[in-house]
């Protein structure tokens, strides 16, 4: 067999590389498909080219979609970290798992697709930021067992933004530290995977932690965007911290230099010969809003917080340049893949199997797609958990005491008119509501589920201690009122109502 050498990695931070494939032609021809699931934080669907947008360079991302298929509506059900990384990897909504705020841990108990694929007899690997542990971030270990989900081979850390100063760990307690930028890091890591992995199916995660915030990149990717020359959303407002055009230009730098990763990764595909059996999904755990709506970060229901990329390549399977308008979301993720994969769906999983849609057996996906954020964001001005509906045409979200935004996406793409009180509305905003209310109670979720004190960012639940929950980190922090000042007098000042919220924080 013929020896290849494939990839020299920018800046040399990959080393070229000798690969041998380790099957034949006809046997990766029979052999189940492969999958390379990659997960970026905090990319928007928005900042992609084939989405559209005329100033952000990606490349190999956009070819990725030509060859495959765009799902230009893909959704975060729950448009914060782990949360949406449990929904993704599980197929069930957080309401079931119990993944409700940032920094729990996933129950081990939980069934992942590392498990499923595991089962299967598949390779599973897990490479980049995991974040379903819980407890501090750093350093970040996993051991190995239960909380590893399934995923056999691990080079993982549990939550770092510095894109500079990178770790990660295998099997031991033991840092393996890196000068290197994240995304390089994590890229070499998995080509190194794919070169080792070849002896049977493979089911291969990457997690990126770039392009989230803060938004730097190494210098000649920051040099490609002049801030003053990029367009800006229409909803976009001016002076936003976090929001400016110097945060969009920086974050467009991140996802550059991504694309620019991944253009190694899926060179590494082609060159081993795994392009038409392995099925490449390239998504994020949730968006940005960066100024839209006067709005920052995550957890909100607007299109820039809760859209997310959904490209899909699997030649086997796919028809190349096919683009979707069918509704998919992060629940259905888990599902579709193993239906894609010829593999059964278990029936305890609330994600349905949308393969047909991405090959374009079936033309439309569900009737809606649904949101569930149950708390407080200081930070970022949300002032309480919310539940949403999106369908082809609206997306209406409401508090637990009532409505609170309804917009008609085929006039107001941008969300600039919220129709929630225009009585020409009512009845469509009853329908939806009723939907999303029949949902709700289908799926087990409950604004029981709900809290006011913001653990997400004021004492964060994630400094001290692992927490499986949210009442049982409560109850921990009214027991050390030193470690986490304010929970007592909060709850009694602090009902569930947004306008009591607005009340003692402002109205902004
Ligand atoms: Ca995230």
């Not at 894609?340 to 439309?364: F, H, N, R, W």
């Not at 009845?427 to 809290?451: A, C, H, P």
């Amino acid at each position: 067999m013929k020896r290849r050498t494939v990839l020299k990695g920018i800046g040399g931070a990959i080393a070229a590389a000798t690969v041998q494939p380790k099957r034949s032609l006809a046997e990766l021809a029979s052999s189940p498909p492969n999958v390379v699931f990659v997960i970026a934080d905090q990319w928007r669907a928005q900042a992609l080219g084939c989405m559209g947008n005329a100033d952000i360079r990606t490349p190999n991302l956009d070819k990725l979609a030509s060859e495959g298929v765009l799902m230009r509506h893909t959704f975060a059900n729950t448009p914060v970290c782990c949360p949406a990384r449990s929904c993704m990897l599980t197929g069930n909504y957080v309401s079931k798992t119990g993944m409700v705020a940032n920094d729990l841990r996933l129950r081990e108990s939980e069934i992942t697709l590392g498990d499923l694929f595991s089962k299967a007899g598949y390779s599973t690997g897990y490479i980049g930021k995991w974040h379903l542990d819980g407890g501090p971030r750093l350093p970040g270990f996993v051991p190995p067992g239960r909380r590893r989900h399934g995923f056999q081979h691990w080079a993982a850390n549990e939550c770092n933004h510095n894109y500079f100063y990178n770790w990660y760990f295998r099997d031991d307690n033991v840092p393996i530290v890196k000068e290197e930028y994240e995304p390089e890091m994590w890229t070499r890591l998995a080509i190194e995977f794919l070169y080792e992995s070849q002896d049977k199916p493979f089911f291969l995660t990457v997690s990126y932690a770039a392009p989230h915030d803060p938004y730097v990149a190494p210098e000649k990717y920051m040099k490609m965007y002049d801030a003053e020359k990029l367009k800006m959303r229409e909803n976009w407002v001016e002076d936003v911290p976090h929001g400016e055009r110097k945060d969009i230009a920086g974050y467009y730098a991140g996802c550059t230099a991504i694309d620019d990763q991944l253009g190694l990764l899926f060179r590494a595909i082609e060159e081993l010969g795994l392009k038409d059996n392995t099925i490449v999904m390239f998504t994020s755990d949730h968006g940005d809003m960066l100024g839209s709506q006067g709005m920052i970060l995550k957890r909100k229901p607007w299109e820039e917080s809760i859209r997310v990329p959904g490209i899909i390549r699997y030649p086997r399977r796919i028809p190349a340049g096919r683009e979707s308008d069918a509704l998919f979301s992060q629940v259905d993720y888990a599902a579709t893949l193993l239906g894609l994969c010829g593999l059964p769906v278990p029936g305890s999983m609330q994600g349905t199997d949308q393969s047909e849609v991405l090959t374009g057996a079936k033309s439309s996906g569900p009737e809606a797609v649904h949101f569930q954020i149950f708390g407080p964001y200081e930070h970022s001005k949300l002032k309480a958990g919310w539940r949403g509906i999106r369908t082809e045409q609206y997306m209406y979200a409401r508090w637990q005491k009532g409505a609170w935004l309804l917009y008609d996406l085929k006039q107001d793409p941008y969300e600039m008119r919220n129709l929630v009180s225009d009585p020409a509305y009512s009845s469509v905003k009853d329908d939806l509501d009723t939907r999303l209310q029949k949902w709700m109670q289908e799926i087990g979720d409950s604004w029981e589920m709900n809290w006011t004190f913001p653990i997400e960012d004021g004492p964060e639940l994630w400094s001290y201690k692992t927490f499986y929950t949210v009442p049982e980190y409560l109850e921990w922090a009214k027991r050390n009122p030193n470690l986490a000042p304010g929970v007592e007098e909060w709850l009694t000042k602090h009902p569930s109502d947004p306008e009591d919220w607005v009340a003692v924080h402002g109205s902004s």
